[in-house]
């Protein structure tokens, strides 16, 4: 069975650092275009990052230079490292296996940061 | 501000029909057939509805269905129920670098 359990949210004050952790199961990660996506309370989706299986990155522009997404194949886990964080960067973050071929698309449940003083 | 424009609410009577829409570009949703719709209940994370515009996932109902013209897709839901009211989002991809963009969100009413 596919899952994708995602961890270390939390309160962080701005100007903080967390590492979100996405562990994998079912399937290998280093295969498959895995990304984040976050929905700030009330408010809808937006794209932040994505990790093709060739490695390369690409981020949103809101992000970029602040967040690094990452994988640790011999774990099989997904990694967000959020630096400089702003109150902005509240939401709920969802780890995606995302669709290409006869992969179909997966979510995790989400873990919620909040960015506050 | 989002970058593919939904309506922010919709609604409609048990049986009927409603159709959410969401209108981007010529890079977006005009440029791809990647577009895809979600649904997702208070506290729970989106549920893939439709994909690549009009296909169904394994076990969503067939009274959910996708369509696209030029830059403005389409999510008609048929024989409205009450488990139908939830939060609807639409999403396109949007090429290697910008990989995905998404709506505001669409509330759909079942009155």
């Known amino acids: 069975e596919v899952q994708l359990v995602e961890s270390g949210g939390g309160l962080i004050q701005p100007g903080g650092s967390l590492r979100l952790s996405c562990a994998a199961s079912?399937?290998?990660?280093?295969?498959?275009?895995m990304g984040w996506i976050r929905q700030a309370p009330g408010k809808g989706l937006d794209w932040v990052s994505i990790?093709?299986?060739?490695?390369?990155?690409s981020y949103a522009d809101s992000v970029k230079g602040r967040f690094t997404i990452s994988r640790d194949n011999s774990r099989n886990t997904l990694y967000l490292q959020m630096n400089s964080l702003r109150d902005d960067d509240t939401a709920v973050y969802y780890c995606?296996?995302?669709?290409?071929?006869?992969?179909?698309?997966?979510w995790g449940r989400g873990t919620l940061v909040i960015a506050s003083s | 501000q989002s970058a593919l424009t939904q309506p922010r609410s919709v609604s409609g009577s048990p049986g009927q029909s409603v159709t959410i829409s969401c209108t981007g570009t010529?890079?977006?949703?005009?440029?791809?057939?990647?577009v895809s719709w979600y649904q997702q209940h208070p506290g729970k994370a989106p549920t893939l509805m439709i994909y690549?515009?009009?296909q169904r996932p394994s076990g969503v109902p067939d009274r959910f269905s996708g369509s696209k013209s030029g830059n403005t897709a389409s999510l008609t839901i048929s024989g409205l129920q009450a488990e139908d009211e939830a939060d609807y989002h639409c999403?396109?991809?949007?090429?290697?670098?910008?990989?995905?963009?998404f709506g505001g969100g669409t509330k759909l009413t079942v009155l």
């Open positions: 010529s890079s977006d949703v005009g440029g791809y057939n990647y």
């Open positions: 079912g399937f290998i990660v280093s295969s498959c275009r």
């Open positions: 990790i093709y299986s060739d490695d390369t990155t």
């Open positions: 690549d515009v009009s």
């Open positions: 995606v296996r995302e669709r290409s071929g006869q992969i179909d698309e997966e």
């Open positions: 999403c396109s991809h949007a090429g290697r670098n910008t990989y995905r963009v």
